[in-house]
């Protein structure tokens, strides 16, 4: 009783502090990348809040916080309250299958640095992803607007095409790690990482979550000049925040997965496991940020070929050699 | 490699490898750039002379208000925030007895300064004109009148206008022909 | 009653009580709501019965996948609730038909075990063992079920593609 009883608590404190980290990172990567945009864009971004505007996301939160939380007369509203949690939730969910260090030793028991290593993970993953649509979609229309619902159909055709690519280019990944469990996917890098031996795969994952998250050249979901803000154009206050803190978490998560399929998870020299994911983590989000203040938007028409004509099929040549080299 | 549509199609993809490669070097040497952004309340950007914000009602150069309470820029104005009541002095010359102009309304267009017969009414660069309080942009004639020519500095009505008021009797203003004596212009 | 069985009911009255709203509702994006609700707890259940991989590709394929689709085209194409009887006569008597020989065969189930002790078996299945079943033992099943979807995938494009260049007007042809 006494075990259980520590499990539970040392549990309960890893939720809350991989929780809060995450959050606290979702924060401030906004700031990140205001700061980081506006100098890619020959300007200095935030810089009143504070120090440097340190304190911004505080100011935005508070603003978020206090702002009044419009629910439009014709919307559905049930549907249309629930929505931004299920972006931000999936979101979150999505990393607790993300091994973040080596077991450490507390007290004589084992403490493995995961919150859930199931042997299925990496089909969680995508499960948690695909059921990220939802609240795109059903906010888009829920909010019964033309411009939300023009943004959830563009957000659901766009995620389940790009779903495909993902899944079909971690499966060479699977193939050279033999098991579906990240814990053990990070393992099998101990030596090299796999984006040595699997670069196409790489970029593929890449392309493809980072159209997963929405995120430009991918945001034709929330195309700001044509449609509004697309699916969240009717929300405000808090649960506009709740799609603002999906998205920003979904950089992260997207950066750790990243980290654990390609880059080697937590391994790396001299500093501890966290940090070194932590390294990668936001070493991807600032690649994100860097093309984001790149590449205009794609088109409707693009973004469909890109995804259906050229990733699905290049995922799966590479399916196909990867498995003849494990074979041989 | 001597399929002509094979390098063409390798062709393009590298073209738009280099194109995409040309646009992150340049957002990248962006990065090191240096901002150019103007910092506002610390640095004020000195505005032209003739950008459109706070109005003033502006003097000859003899110091009398050049406002003749024509009522042109009231007319013109599209959102109807300038009024006054016109009166006259004992030597004819008009004037406003007052004048006013509602700040919280006026869209800063330049109607009015187009208007205005006399260069009286005019636009200032000083567009810091925020108040807590709406009441306090009603602005009264007192707080307009300023005491210079603003951005004409010689124009003086009264000189020009042919009305005989302080500044000369009939046929002494500028430009004007001598008062015509009727009694020997007979035929 | 243990934890589990308790957990059992529980997700079966939440599958039984969403499927019924899905069939129930007049607005199609409900019901596809309350229809992935069900899947939701199917995969649970799965879950629950120690079949993690089947819980997970239950919610990818199902929930993740074809329900999304379902949504896509309810949104699309804008369906007014319609406003006539739920169930017409015509449904209604397949349906009386198909839930009577339901209930007789569960009757028979349940009285011929009381014990509730059968020959059933956790389905444990770690992925390697279901992918070498399926894939070793049963790979014809598996080639001529997605040769079936091959050609309803060329079937789709030839139906919705672009009609026949030879029924456009010459002009057109250039393009």
Redesign the interface.
Known sequence: MIAWLVGFIVLIVKIAVVLGTLLFIAAYLVWVERKLLGRLQVRLGPNRAGKFGLLQPIADSLKMLTKEDIVPEAVDRTIFLLAPAVVALTALLMFAVVPFGEDITLGGRPIPLVISDINVALLFIFAMSSLGVYGVALGGWASNSKYSLLGGIRGAAQMISYELSIGLSLVPVVMLAGSFSLVDIVAAQARYPYVLVQPVSFIIFFISAMAESKRIPFDLPEAENELGAGFHTEYSGMRFGLFFIGEYVHIQVLGALLAVFFLGGWHGPYLPGPVWLLIKMMAVALVMIWIRGTLPRLRYDQLMAFGWKILVPAALINIVITGAFVLI | MSDPKQTSWLGDILGSVSA?AG??S???K??F?????E?YPEYKRPLPERSRARIILTRDPDGDERCVACYLCSAACPVSCISMQSTEREDGRRYAAWFRINFGRCIYCGLCEEACPTSAIQLTPDFENCRRDILTMVFEKEDLLVDHGGKDKTYNFYRYAGVVSGKGGKGEHVKEKKAVDVKTNLP | MTLYSILFYILAAVILASTAMAITRRDMVHAVIYLVVSFFGSALLFYLLGAPLLAALEIIIYAGAIMVLFLFIVMMIRIRPSAGRLLSRVQLLPAIVMSGLYVVVGAFMVTGDTAGRGDFQPAVAAPETLGQYVFQQHWVTVEIASLLLLVALVGAMIIGGKSPPESHPPVEEKS
């Open positions: 995409m646009g992150f340049t957002t990248f962006h990065l750039r240096k901002p150019i952004t910092e």
